[in-house]
């Protein structure tokens, strides 16, 4: 059974727009989210993360939403532009122990101009 | 800071040869991982590091796979008799205690 899902494999936006990017977790002991930018041929690169005492984190045009209930979150694009066109993960770690994250399967978001 | 190097980027093997992947952690770093990204599998957890020690190998393929960490400033991956179901990238990233977790560019194997 999958930790961390993402429920979109694919999203286009035009540019200007707002992407919404969802996902999903299991184990409510996670409590530290990131999510992680790749481009290809790159290796994942942090853009944003959230602790599970936060419902919000925002870092210019990037914004999680996050909802503990619901064991969800959703990263939010705004005025999406050609150059975020990449994949991105969810990603979940535990507050103590191993420090692994666990990945979601990705979303591949495609930004036209 | 030039990140986290990984070498070599490609690497070509026949099936039954033996791969070894290198990684150099961010200066500092106490953490050090490994992951490997398929298109199928997406990113797993291999194993890790913490101040030169393994921590936890849960993600690991036990039978062919063994990974050391020498020395603060290097690790590497070791895959005995690969298989084309190796095939993967290969991605090594570091992280001060608790902080950010940044990856390397990842070596792509090819077994043939």
């Known amino acids: ?113 | 800071n030039a990140g986290v190097i990984q070498t070599p980027r490609h690497k070509v093997t026949g099936k039954g040869q033996e791969a070894t992947l290198w990684c150099e952690p961010i200066s500092g770093h106490s953490a050090v991982f490994w992951y490997r990204q398929t298109i199928v599998q997406g990113l797993e957890f291999l194993t890790y590091f913490r101040n030169q020690a393994p921590i936890d190998d849960s993600g690991m393929p036990k039978e062919r796979f063994s990974a050391q960490m020498p020395n603060q400033s290097h690790s590497t991956l070791k895959i005995q008799s690969t298989q084309p179901q190796d095939s993967a990238v290969y991605l090594c990233a570091s992280s001060l205690e608790g902080g950010e977790v940044f990856f390397g560019k990842g070596t792509r194997l090819t077994v043939v």
């Open chain 1, 1 to 113: 059974q999958q930790q961390v899902r993402q429920s979109s494999q694919s999203l286009t936006v035009w540019e200007g727009e707002t992407a919404i990017l969802n996902c999903s977790y299991e184990n409510s002991a996670f409590d530290y989210f990131p999510w992680y930018q790749q481009f290809p041929g790159e290796g994942p690169a942090l853009l944003i993360a959230i602790r599970s005492v936060s419902d919000k984190k925002e870092d210019g045009r990037f914004t999680i939403f996050f909802n503990k209930r619901e064991k969800n979150l959703s990263l939010h694009i705004k005025d999406s532009q050609p150059g975020d066109s990449a994949t991105y993960f969810c990603a979940a770690s535990y507050p103590s122990g191993s420090w692994q994250l666990i990945f979601g399967s990705g979303t591949q978001l495609t930004v036209m101009p």
